[in-house]
C-alpha cells in the first residue's frame, strides 16, 4: 500500500477563477488557475459572467494540469471538486464536469468544503513549511468569509467565532472602492499601506461580543471620513493615499488580532493558521509572525500561491478523504451555502 501512486485531481469552481491540480500522495504535481478579467470593468464579480468563462476554461485547464503533471487521466485515482460554499453558477460548472469524468473513468468522486480546504491547504507536502499539529485554530478570511475555526482532526473543524455581515476582503474591496482604485482592490490597499503612516489616521472598531466579527459599522465610518475630507479639501485622497491604506489595513489587522488572542485565551490552543485569500495581505502575515515571538504562539503562513483559490487545496482535501473511503456519489449537487 505504501508504494501505491493515489493521483488525486482537484477542480475548484467556486467565484471566478477555474482552477485545477494534480496532487500524487500529498506532492502538488501541478497546480493550474483561469483567473477571468472580465469583472473588473464592473468593479466586482458578475455570477453569470462567472459561470459562462468558467464553461470556457474547464477543459483547457485540466489538461493543462493533467500535461505539467506528466500523466494523462487513465492514471488518476480519483476526483476531488469544490462542491460549495460559493456562487451557484460556478460551482455547476465544476460539480458538473466532475461527475462526468468520474463517471467517465470510472473512479471515485469527491466532495469538497471550500472553507475545509483553504485550512487543510497547510498539509500540502512543500518544502521550508511546517504543518500544523492538532488541535490548532485556524483563522480563515476571504471575500466571503471571516471565521476563527477549532481544528481537531482533518475534517473535525468548529467555527467558534465568525462575521455577523461583511467578511473581511469585503471590507478591504469596498475600502479601495471608496478611495476610487480599481477591482480588486484588497491587493493595492496593501501595497500603498506599505509605503504609509499606520497610525496616521484613527479608525473606530467595532464592539462585537465574544469571537465574532462585525466590518460594515468599519466601512460606513471610512466611506463618511472620507467624504467629510473631500469637502475641505479635493484632493485629499491622492495627497494621502499612503497614510489612509496604511491606517485602513492597521485597523482591520486590529480586529482580527484581538479576536485571535481571546480565542487563544478560551482554548488554551497557542497554534495559530491562516487560510483563505485575504492570508495574502503582507501585513497580516507580518503581524502574525511578530505574534509568534510576542505572544509565544506557533504561527502557519502557507506558500503565497494556496492562500487564493486554488485547486491545490481542494486536492489536498481530496486525498485525506479518498484514504478514509469517504466518496460522493453521483446523486451529489452544488451547494451555494455550506456549513463547516
Known sequence: MASQKIY???IESSCDDTAAAVLCNGKILSNVVATQEVHKKYGGVVPELASRAHQQNIVPVIHEALDRAGITKKDLTAIAFTRGPGLMGSLLVGTSFAKSMALGLNIPLIDVNHM???ILAHFIEEEGFDKPEFPFLALTISGGHTQVVKVSDYF???V?????DDAVGEAFDKSAKILGLPYPGGPLVDKYAQ???PKAFQFPKPKVGDLNFSFSGLKTSILYFIQKELKE???FISQNLEDICASIQHTIINILMDKMKKAVKQTGIRQIAIGGGVSANSGIRKTLKEAEKKYGWKTFIPKFEYTT???AMIAIAGHYKYLTGD???MEVTAKARIKM
Open 8 to 10: 488525486i485531481l482537484g
Open 116 to 118: 475545509q480546504a483553504h
Open 156 to 158: 473535525e473543524m468548529e
Open 160 to 164: 467558534i467565532g465568525q462575521t455577523l
Open 195 to 197: 509605503q504609509g503612516n
Open 233 to 235: 479639501n479635493p484632493d
Open 309 to 311: 483559490d486554488n485547486a
Open 327 to 329: 466518496f460522493a456519489d
